[in-house]
C-alpha cells in the first residue's frame, strides 16, 4: 500500500504563497500520476491539480495561473505551489496518487490518499 503524507498548509492572508508537499512511500512512485484536491466544508472535493507520468500537468480554472504541480520522482515528492491566494481558496487539501498513470481530474481515479492538510486564506 502506498502511504501519502501532506504537509505545508497553514493559516495565511489573502494574496500571499504556500507549498505544499506529499511525501510517498514506495519505490514506483514515478509510475503514478499524482494529484492534489481540496475539500472546503460542505462542499464536493475538487480537481486542483495534477501531474502524469511524462511530466504533463493539468489544472482547474480555479488555479490556472497561480497554481503549479510539480515532481520530484528521487525523492518520492510532489508539490503544489500555491501563489496570489484568495479566501475561496481556503480547504483541506488532498494529495493523491493513481495507479493508471494518466489519471486525471476525478477522484475515483485515485487509488491512494493522503490524511490532508488544512489551508486557511483570510481575506
Known amino acids: 500500500q502506498v502511504q501519502l503524507v501532506e504537509s505545508g498548509g497553514g493559516l495565511v492572508q489573502a494574496g500571499v504563497s504556500l507549498r505544499l508537499s506529499c511525501a510517498a512511500s514506495g519505490r514506483t512512485f514515478s509510475n503514478y500520476a499524482m494529484g492534489w484536491f481540496r475539500q472546503a466544508p460542505g462542499k464536493e472535493r475538487e480537481f486542483v491539480a495534477a501531474?502524469?507520468?511524462?511530466?504533463?500537468?493539468y489544472y482547474a480554472e480555479s488555479g490556472k495561473g497561480r497554481f503549479t504541480i510539480s515532481r520530484d520522482n528521487a525523492k518520492n515528492t510532489v508539490y503544489l505551489q500555491m501563489n496570489s491566494l484568495k479566501p475561496e481558496d481556503t480547504a483541506v487539501y488532498y494529495c493523491?496518487?493513481?495507479?493508471?498513470?494518466?489519471?486525471?481530474?476525478?477522484?475515483?481515479?485515485?487509488?491512494?490518499w493522503g490524511q490532508g492538510t488544512q489551508v486557511t486564506v483570510s481575506s
Open positions: 493523491a496518487a493513481a495507479k493508471n498513470a494518466y489519471a486525471s481530474s476525478r477522484t475515483n481515479e485515485y487509488d491512494y
Open positions: 501531474i502524469i507520468w511524462n511530466g504533463s500537468t
